[in-house]
């Protein structure tokens, strides 16, 4: 349909709607094309359903409005196309024009045709995934049989049963808001000043009256029900969680981020912020300045915001060991102050107000706010959806919350909060002095409150940074006694160089498991907890099954030896980590020579790289002879757990494993095809390009896996049954990073030479030649932050997950909750290279 159709029943003297003009011509779909819903309240209330195609939006009016229920039909009636400015609409259209009354922005994104989009609206069957802030996944548009008389044109939109479908609940209900201003319709048709205006004077291009990404600011006259005017309290004790294993599952539940920071409550008074913890200790002066003033700023002459304070690192996971240092440093830069809920707003309780108008209220407050203050997005879906998607993230976990609750203080069951790693606050009990460093502490010994008494459950070892350790060290230094600090008699071992301290420092820990005897497996350090009492800490998780991790018989010298600083991540740190991953990295890195990078002082201090033995090795690293190089030196290998843990016991932070295991070592059984893109690409055309090479790989019948590499890019990596050779396998690597710069030569580049490596990015395939390695799955790198290379779904290659996300800290947790491996059928996929389809 043209446009002439859309302009003609519009008087645009009236209309606040853009004219608007076709842009382009047909031509074949680019790569991202926009949809819009728009929410619209006429004579009927319907939805507006459009996707850019040939430069207008081909629309729809769905009656009832879209439906994530596959068994759900939604009669579509094919309208008028309109401008693509048509998109950014949200306003109110005059009583007596076509269309008359509100419109909302109520979805918006892009969409991708299954197939050419022109045959498939031709057909009358249009097939297209959605990637929306709302709707997401597969569907489809399909025109009905008509009857001879009728002058409307109608389909059906139908959700496919795929991942994002959902059989129960309403999307339109959980989520009426706006994407574009946070708004109802109700707001919207109140506020006729706020319209769209499509040509301002002075302007040529259509622009909105506030920008997009702005919410409307709440009128401080219209109160939601349940607020009453009050004095501003003194403190509000906060609302609390309880810890439950699954998150909710009925109706009426919203789901939060959970944080790794600080709770706080921030009270606003006649321009001063002042920063109260938890149980309502005054901390306004250890977080700086900067984010006091921030909170200042706010346009409330007073307030109380509950949230939390945390510190983010590169994966833009908060952390508390990084919260802790930076405050122990005096660093203030870092602090990003996460709100969730808003107690009191400019004279008027909201403790009485449902849930999410509280958090509406809250939106609207903090839309001009500095960047270190952020609105606690809620999401409507299931709770096991939200926290399994968390999990992929590597993150602690989510907060469900009642989403018509009120504000009432303690733990009422109307929060829960489900973790996907296991955190424990403990109480120090001892240390042990660091046997690598002057005036550090090693590792503690913690306790918990059991019956009224402070049971032992173990040691923490690993989680210091330097810092942390030193400081702990001058901390638990001045709080020696003799007498023992536990309640319960420990054992010879459990007293080794342990100095008993008075029980008063509270840690967070964070562990694997609970073993059969009641101690902590595998425990991390993640700061000390100011804002909680010792008496206070009793145990959380009451689970004590142990799980069976692979032990070791090599013994670890200096185990409290720091490899990464920043992070805090010991030998004994590292040797955990390998522990819970053991079972995937397992075929990754036995039976094949090995190169190794060695840093015995750590990250910061001299580097080795080695294929050949060294002075002192440990006998679980084989020496092996290469068949085609008997008389030189002998190569590395390892072939069981023992092995990796005196790969640890070394100081190797990176192993790079042949292609090849030594049972076939002419015969590669994998080709590795190293994605290194220049500092300028964006890691959306890295994720272009390995998809690229899977569409390229799979074209030849081979199957393609991908994992980051824990530096700057992505490896895809393609399993092959040990017929071909290397001369073979490298000649192809070859040819298919040839083919790849031959095509798009702006993009991507065959050969190493820096000096064309600007905008572009180079597909190594020197890694598939005899002797040559590349990074196996799992290993961790010896770099800043402790990144390892990790496998993924190829639906994991989002920019949520860039090629350093997974660490040593948070990739332990993705893998003991995956629903399956993504590298399972690795080997079972594998076919020659010669049986190429």
Same mark, same amino acid.
């Given at each position: 349909?043209?446009?002439?159709?859309?302009?003609?029943?519009?008087?645009?003297?009236?209309? %606040?709607?853009?004219?608007?003009?076709?842009?382009?011509?047909?031509?074949?779909?680019?790569?991202?094309?926009?949809?819009?819903?728009?929410?619209?309240?006429?004579?009927?209330?319907?939805?507006?359903?459009?996707?850019?195609?040939?430069?207008?939006?081909?629309?729809?009016?769905?009656?009832?409005?879209?439906? #994530?229920? %596959?068994?759900?039909?939604?009669?579509?009636?094919?309208?008028?196309?309109?401008?693509?400015?048509?998109?950014?609409?949200?306003?109110?259209? %005059?009583?007596?024009?076509?269309?008359?009354?509100?419109?909302?922005?109520?979805?918006?994104?892009?969409?991708?045709?299954?197939?050419?989009?022109?045959?498939?609206?031709?057909?009358?069957?249009?097939?297209?995934?959605?990637?929306? =802030?709302?709707?997401?996944?597969?569907?489809?548009?399909?025109?009905?049989?008509? *009857?001879?008389?009728?002058?409307?044109?109608?389909?059906?939109?139908?959700?496919?049963?795929?991942?994002?479908?959902?059989? *129960?609940?309403?999307?339109?209900?959980?989520?009426?808001?706006?994407?574009?201003?946070?708004?109802?319709?109700?707001?919207?048709?109140?506020?006729?000043?706020?319209?769209?205006?499509?040509?301002?004077?002075?302007?040529?291009?259509?622009? !909105?009256?506030?920008?997009?990404?702005?919410?409307?600011?709440?009128?401080?006259?219209?109160?939601?029900?349940?607020?009453?005017?009050?004095?501003?309290?003194?403190?509000?004790?906060?609302?609390?969680?309880?810890?439950?294993?699954?998150?909710?599952?009925? =109706?009426?539940?919203?789901?939060?981020?959970?944080?790794?920071?600080?709770?706080?409550?921030?009270?606003?008074?006649?321009?001063?912020?002042?920063?109260?913890?938890?149980?309502?200790?005054?901390?306004?002066?250890?977080?700086?300045?900067? @984010?006091?003033?921030?909170?200042?700023?706010?346009?409330?002459?007073?307030? @109380?915001?509950?949230? =939390?304070?945390?510190?983010?690192?590169?994966?833009?996971?908060?952390?508390?060991?990084?919260?802790?240092?930076?405050?122990?440093?005096?660093?203030?830069?870092?602090?990003?102050?996460?709100?969730?809920?808003?107690?009191?707003?400019?004279?008027?309780?909201?403790?009485?107000?449902?849930?999410?108008?509280?958090?509406?209220?809250?939106?609207?407050?903090?839309?001009?706010?500095?960047?270190?203050?952020?609105?606690?997005?809620?999401?409507?879906?299931?709770?096991?959806?939200?926290?399994?998607?968390?999990?992929?993230?590597?993150?602690?976990?989510?907060?469900?919350?009642?989403?018509?609750?009120?504000?009432?203080?303690?733990?009422?069951?109307?929060? $829960?909060?489900?973790?996907?790693?296991?955190?424990?606050?403990?109480?120090?009990?001892?240390?042990?002095?660091?046997?690598?460093?002057?005036?550090?502490?090693?590792?503690?010994?913690?306790?918990?409150?059991?019956?009224?008494?402070? =049971? &032992?459950?173990?040691?923490?070892?690993?989680?210091?940074?330097?810092?942390?350790?030193?400081?702990?060290?001058?901390?638990?230094?001045?709080?020696?006694?003799?007498?023992?600090?536990?309640?319960?008699?420990?054992?010879?071992?459990?007293?080794?160089?342990?100095?008993?301290?008075?029980?008063?420092?509270?840690?967070?820990?964070?562990?694997?498991?609970?073993?059969?005897?009641?101690?902590?497996?595998?425990?991390?350090?993640?700061? #000390?907890?100011?804002? *909680?009492?010792?008496?206070? $800490?009793?145990?959380?998780?009451?689970?004590?099954?142990?799980?069976?991790?692979?032990?070791?018989?090599?013994?670890?010298?200096?185990?409290?030896?720091?490899?990464?600083?920043?992070?805090?991540?010991?030998?004994?740190?590292?040797?955990?980590?390998?522990?819970?991953?053991?079972?995937?990295?397992?075929?990754?890195?036995?039976?094949?020579?090995?190169?190794?990078?060695?840093?015995?002082? /750590?990250?910061?201090?001299?580097?080795?790289?080695?294929?050949?033995?060294?002075?002192?090795?440990?006998?679980?690293?084989?020496?092996?002879?290469?068949?085609?190089?008997?008389?030189?030196?002998?190569?590395?290998?390892?072939?069981?757990?023992? /092995?990796?843990?005196?790969?640890?016991?070394?100081? $190797?932070?990176?192993? &790079?494993?042949?292609?090849?295991?030594?049972?076939?070592?002419?015969?590669?059984?994998?080709?590795?095809?190293?994605?290194?893109?220049?500092?300028? +690409?964006?890691?959306?055309?890295?994720?272009?390009?390995?998809?690229?090479?899977?569409?390229?790989?799979?074209?030849?019948?081979?199957?393609?896996?991908?994992?980051?590499?824990?530096?700057?890019?992505?490896?895809?990596?393609?399993?092959?049954?040990?017929?071909?050779?290397?001369?073979?396998?490298?000649?192809?690597?070859?040819?298919?990073?040839?083919?790849?710069?031959?095509?798009?030569?702006?993009?991507?580049?065959?050969?190493?030479?820096?000096?064309?490596?600007?905008?572009?990015?180079?597909?190594?395939?020197?890694?598939?030649?005899?002797?040559?390695?590349?990074?196996?799955?799992?290993?961790?790198?010896?770099? %800043?932050?402790?990144?390892? !290379?990790?496998?993924?779904?190829?639906?994991?290659?989002?920019?949520?997950?860039?090629?350093?996300?997974?660490? +040593?800290?948070?990739?332990?947790?993705?893998?003991?909750?995956?629903?399956?491996?993504?590298?399972?059928?690795?080997?079972?996929?594998?076919?020659?290279?010669?049986?190429?389809?």
């Amino acid at each position: 349909m043209a446009l002439e159709a859309y302009q003609a029943k519009r008087n645009f003297k009236v209309t %606040p709607e853009p004219r608007g003009s076709r842009r382009g011509t047909k031509s074949a779909a680019p790569a991202a094309l926009s949809f819009v819903i728009q929410k619209h309240d006429a004579t009927r209330l319907h939805y507006d359903f459009r996707l850019e195609l040939d430069g207008a939006l081909k629309s729809w009016a769905i009656t009832r409005g879209p439906s #994530l229920n %596959p068994d759900e039909k939604r009669l579509a009636v094919h309208v008028e196309d309109h401008p693509l400015d048509y998109g950014d609409f949200e306003g109110t259209i %005059p009583k007596g024009q076509y269309g008359g009354g509100t419109v909302l922005v109520w979805d918006r994104g892009t969409w991708t045709p299954n197939g050419d989009p022109h045959k498939g609206y031709k057909k009358g069957h249009l097939e297209f995934d959605l990637d929306g =802030e709302k709707l997401s996944g597969r569907w489809h548009l399909v025109r009905m049989h008509g *009857k001879p008389a009728e002058r409307q044109e109608n389909w059906l939109l139908i959700k496919a049963e795929d991942e994002e479908a959902r059989h *129960k609940g309403d999307i339109l209900k959980q989520r009426p808001e706006s994407v574009k201003s946070g708004r109802k319709i109700e707001e919207i048709a109140k506020h006729p000043d706020a319209t769209w205006n499509s040509r301002p004077k002075g302007t040529s291009k259509p622009t !909105s009256a506030k920008p997009a990404a702005t919410p409307a600011k709440p009128k401080r006259h219209e109160w939601p029900k349940g607020a009453e005017k009050a004095a501003m309290p003194a403190f509000v004790k906060p609302e609390l969680a309880k810890l439950k294993a699954k998150p909710p599952s009925g =109706e009426g539940w919203i789901h939060e981020i959970k944080f790794d920071g600080y709770r706080l409550q921030i009270r606003l008074e006649n321009g001063r912020a002042t920063l109260l913890t938890r149980s309502g200790l005054d901390w306004t002066e250890k977080f700086g300045q900067e @984010i006091v003033d921030a909170f200042a700023a706010l346009p409330a002459k007073s307030a @109380i915001l509950d949230g =939390e304070i945390v510190v983010e690192r590169e994966n833009g996971a908060s952390d508390f060991s990084s919260l802790q240092n930076d405050l122990s440093q005096g660093r203030h830069d870092r602090f990003v102050f996460y709100a969730f809920d808003l107690l009191y707003l400019d004279g008027y309780g909201l403790q009485q107000v449902r849930l999410t108008s509280r958090k509406e209220l809250l939106l609207g407050l903090l839309a001009d706010a500095d960047g270190r203050l952020r609105y606690s997005e809620h999401f409507a879906e299931k709770g096991a959806l939200v926290l399994d998607h968390v999990r992929q993230l590597g993150l602690e976990g989510i907060i469900s919350k009642l989403a018509d609750s009120e504000y009432v203080s303690g733990r009422t069951g109307e929060w $829960v909060k489900s973790k996907c790693l296991r955190r424990q606050e403990l109480v120090i009990g001892g240390y042990v002095p660091s046997t690598s460093m002057k005036n550090a502490i090693g590792s503690l010994a913690m306790g918990v409150n059991r019956s009224g008494k402070l =049971e &032992h459950v173990g040691r923490v070892g690993t989680g210091f940074s330097v810092n942390v350790a030193q400081d702990l060290y001058d901390k638990l230094s001045a709080m020696e006694q003799s007498e023992n600090s536990f309640d319960d008699e420990l054992t010879a071992e459990e007293r080794r160089g342990l100095v008993y301290v008075r029980p008063e420092l509270v840690a967070e820990v964070e562990f694997q498991a609970w073993s059969a005897d009641g101690n902590l497996r595998h425990a991390a350090f993640r700061g #000390l907890r100011d804002d *909680k009492a010792p008496e206070d $800490v009793m145990p959380e998780a009451t689970s004590k099954t142990a799980e069976e991790l692979p032990q070791s018989s090599v013994t670890l010298t200096h185990p409290d030896r720091i490899y990464w600083p920043e992070e805090g991540i010991t030998k004994q740190g590292l040797a955990s980590y390998y522990a819970r991953v053991w079972r995937f990295i397992e075929p990754y890195v036995t039976k094949r020579p090995l190169a190794l990078l060695r840093c015995p002082d /750590g990250i910061g201090g001299q580097r080795f790289f080695q294929k050949h033995a060294w002075k002192g090795m440990n006998s679980n690293i084989e020496e092996i002879t290469d068949p085609k190089d008997r008389g030189g030196e002998k190569l590395l290998r390892i072939m069981d757990f023992d /092995g990796m843990i005196a790969l640890v016991q070394s100081a $190797v932070l990176e192993i &790079h494993p042949w292609g090849a295991t030594t049972g076939s070592w002419e015969r590669p059984d994998m080709i590795t095809m190293d994605l290194d893109p220049a500092d300028d +690409v964006s890691w959306t055309d890295v994720i272009a390009a390995a998809d690229e090479l899977k569409e390229r790989l799979e074209a030849v019948g081979l199957a393609a896996f991908v994992k980051t590499s824990g530096g700057k890019g992505l490896h895809v990596v393609t399993p092959l049954k040990p017929k071909a050779s290397w001369t073979q396998v490298k000649a192809f690597a070859k040819a298919l990073a040839d083919g790849m710069s031959k095509d798009q030569p702006d993009k991507y580049l065959a050969t190493a030479t820096k000096a064309k490596r600007n905008g572009k990015i180079f597909i190594d395939y020197l890694r598939n030649g005899r002797g040559n390695t590349a990074v196996a799955a799992y290993s961790t790198r010896a770099r %800043p932050g402790a990144a390892v !290379s990790m496998p993924l779904e190829w639906k994991e290659l989002t920019e949520e997950i860039g090629p350093a996300y997974f660490t +040593v800290d948070n990739a332990p947790a993705r893998l003991d909750t995956l629903r399956s491996d993504p590298w399972a059928d690795f080997f079972a996929a594998a076919v020659p290279l010669e049986k190429q389809k």
